[in-house]
């Protein structure tokens, strides 16, 4: 069974500048999750899906993030402008279920570099 | 609200060595869960368990045993007889049931040969 899949893997940009980062899940999973883990600190929720409707987005800045998936698979989340603050590695996981007994798969994750 | 404190920010041990990873949580819930994810250098969070906050009883798997109490709210993680290859960052988390997964700050396990 294939994994959860990110891309770029890495990326570097200039403050104020835009960057978008994918993630497709695992076949069949419907609630999918952006994490956000800066360095030395555990990851934190940015936003999650169950299909295509957002769940919580609580803690998503939605000044400059923003996310969506369309049809319920494929995943995108934006950032513009990135600030310095921003760099970080951005993790994709999804699970079958919402509640608290689903385990989550992750993807290796997006290195984001703020310079 | 719901917290995780994992106290030992980094933990350096000998090959074979046994250690210990501390994890207390907060939360007012009667219904909770409770995991632990290990985060080997390639970054990507590997599931280890999962523990419902009903089931107190201890589990092992293999090396790992986690030792669940209630009274003293932790969710401690042992590994007996360390490998190199269990050189990663651990984390415990906590979830409501049907809400979002919130990590501790993780602990770096770093297993010298």
């Known amino acids: 069974e294939a994994g959860v899949a990110q891309s770029p893997r890495y990326k570097i940009i200039e403050k104020r500048q835009s960057v978008a980062f994918w993630c497709n899940p695992i076949?069949?999973?419907?609630?999918l999750y952006w994490y956000q883990q800066i360095l030395g600190q555990g990851p934190k929720l940015l936003i999650q899906f169950q299909n295509n409707g957002v769940v919580d987005d609580s803690q998503l800045p939605k000044d400059r993030f923003s996310a969506e998936r369309l049809k319920g698979v494929d995943s995108t989340l934006k950032i513009q402008p990135a600030k310095l603050e921003d760099s970080a590695v951005y993790l994709c996981a999804s699970s079958t279920v919402t509640g608290g007994t689903g385990e989550l798969f992750f993807g290796e994750g997006s290195r984001l570099t703020v310079l | 609200a719901q917290k995780v404190t994992q106290a030992q920010t980094e933990i350096s041990v000998v090959e074979k060595e046994d250690v210990t990873l501390d994890c207390v949580y907060e939360t007012r819930d009667t219904t909770y869960y409770l995991f632990w994810y290990k985060q080997p250098p390639s970054g990507e969070l590997v599931f280890l368990i999962r523990?419902?906050?009903?089931?107190?009883q201890n589990e092992i798997s293999g090396r790992y045993s986690w030792n669940f109490q209630k009274s003293t709210s932790s969710f401690n993680f042992t590994i007996t007889a360390s490998q190199v290859v269990d050189s990663a960052v651990y984390f415990c988390?906590?979830?409501?049931?049907?809400?979002?997964?919130?990590f501790g700050s993780g602990t770096r396990l770093l297993v010298r040969p």
């Open positions: 076949s069949g999973h419907a609630t």
């Open positions: 523990r419902n906050s009903f089931d107190e």
């Open positions: 988390a906590l979830r409501r049931s049907s809400y979002k997964l919130i």
